[in-house]
């Protein structure tokens, strides 16, 4: 045993690793750690080289090479091999360990949106060295979960479908180009909400949103009685065609859209007009306000009258649901939280190399906020409370199954509400 103003092997060669002059000892390090495996070998065995005993344990069977990185550089070690049992340095168990943990911190720093390049950074702070692309072949590893996720079948009903786009930068042919993810938010017939679909497409063109929301279909989706979104003509389209629901438009974007067409002054009085169609006791009394609203905004903002007369049965069509559910009903809101906590890591990344690593980033952070509804209370809620994002878990729940209500074939606007026939006034 060594004593105490001596140094074990094994201390000699973490002292080493801490010299700051390590260039010019590499091959030191390399004779005593070669030195040290020998030692360890021959005590495994019970044997040293050469020598014959009876009580030996087994026999030596050749080495093989194993790259070691240390502040010293890389060094190629020969690892003695064994031909009964296995054996693998003592020195080097540490760092078997710590490259477990280590493919783990850079797996949730990408998720985290660390870029490749301080991810490097953050590896070598910690005493270790990889590559980039050693970063992104680990990155890589995600990518199971992830085809898991977006593949998965979508089982039951699902009365309500958020969908909405958000733009990031991404790297496709040699250029910088902005493309389109599109992320679908539903509830299902349960209550349970989840994020059942994703995707990157070049632009939000009719026909790219037909091809998401078919691949939804393809995977089960059903049932659907509402769908959410803004207004853009080309998934308004989509959505008619495909799913063949009623469809609300998101009462957030049409008020920002009608504000630009006011002065700024003009805001607050016009969101006050506007609001106050959104928390009435039922759809008539909405009819009837947005009627009045209709009649004082004519004489002086007539862009605006007409514009929301033309949106009616679009930003109304909440009402023919329960009016428990209203208010998570009328906006794209849990996923306008969603595309925050997105852009909140992508903003980091700044551009993706292409499209895959997108949808990487963007896939793991939808398992997230699933896992974390199922995971806090054990049964999944309904929708997220205006304040709570996404990934929160709400103890109101939404109860999915208890639509009554009918669609117009005519007109196309709700006929009836929970039960109860409803006759639009006139004019």
Not at 24 to 43: F, G, N
Not at 245 to 252: D, E, F, I, K, L
């Amino acid at each position: 045993m060594a004593g105490m103003d001596r140094m074990t092997i094994d201390e000699v060669v973490r002292e080493v690793l801490r010299d700051e002059h390590a260039d010019v000892i590499r091959e030191s390090v390399r004779a005593v750690a070669q030195e040290l495996m020998e030692v360890e070998i021959s005590e495994l065995i019970g044997a040293q080289r050469g020598e014959r005993t009876e009580d030996r344990a087994t026999h030596r069977n050749g080495y093989r090479p194993r790259r070691w990185d240390t502040r010293a550089g890389e060094i190629e070690l020969q690892i003695p091999k064994i031909r009964q049992g296995s054996y693998f340095p003592s020195f080097l168990q540490p760092r078997k360990r710590s490259e477990q943990a280590l493919v783990s911190v850079v797996q949730q720093a990408y998720v985290c949106g660390v870029s490749t390049r301080r991810v490097d950074q953050l590896v070598e702070s910690l005493g270790l060295r990889i590559s980039k692309s050693e970063v992104s072949r680990i990155a890589a590893l995600l990518d199971e979960q992830v085809t898991a996720f977006r593949e998965r079948p979508l089982e039951g009903r699902y009365p309500y479908v958020f969908v909405d786009a958000k733009i990031e930068k991404v790297r496709d042919g040699g250029r910088v180009a902005r493309k389109c993810v599109v992320i679908a938010h539903a509830v299902h017939e349960s209550g349970r909400r989840e994020i059942i679909g994703l995707d990157v497409g070049e632009a939000e063109t009719e026909a790219f949103w037909t091809e998401f929301l078919r691949s939804l279909v393809a995977r089960g989706l059903v049932g659907v009685q509402l769908a959410i979104s803004d207004a853009h003509p080309g998934l308004k389209a989509a959505i008619a065609r495909v799913l063949g629901a009623p469809w609300q438009r998101c009462t957030v974007h049409f008020l920002r859209d009608l504000r630009g067409h006011c002065r700024k002054d003009q805001h607050d009085a016009l969101g006050a007009l506007i609001r106050q169609l959104f928390t009435a006791p039922d759809g008539a009394e909405a009819r009837r306000r947005l009627a009045d609203a209709i009649a004082q905004l004519e004489p002086r903002l007539p862009k605006i009258a007409r514009l929301l007369d033309e949106a009616e049965d679009d930003v109304l069509a909440f009402y023919a649901f329960p009016c428990e559910h209203w208010p998570k009903l009328r906006s794209t809101n849990p996923l306008e939280r969603f595309n925050r906590e997105i852009g909140r890591r992508t903003d980091v990344v700044g551009i993706f190399p292409d499209d895959a690593s997108l949808i990487r980033l963007v896939s793991m952070l939808a398992i997230e906020a699933n896992d974390c509804d199922e995971g806090r209370s054990g049964r999944v809620s309904g929708l997220s409370s205006p304040r709570r994002t996404l990934g929160a878990c709400d103890n109101n729940r939404i109860d999915a199954r208890r639509q009554t209500c009918s669609i117009s074939a005519s007109t196309g606007a709700p006929a009836a509400r929970r039960g109860a026939r409803y006759r639009r006034p006139a004019n």
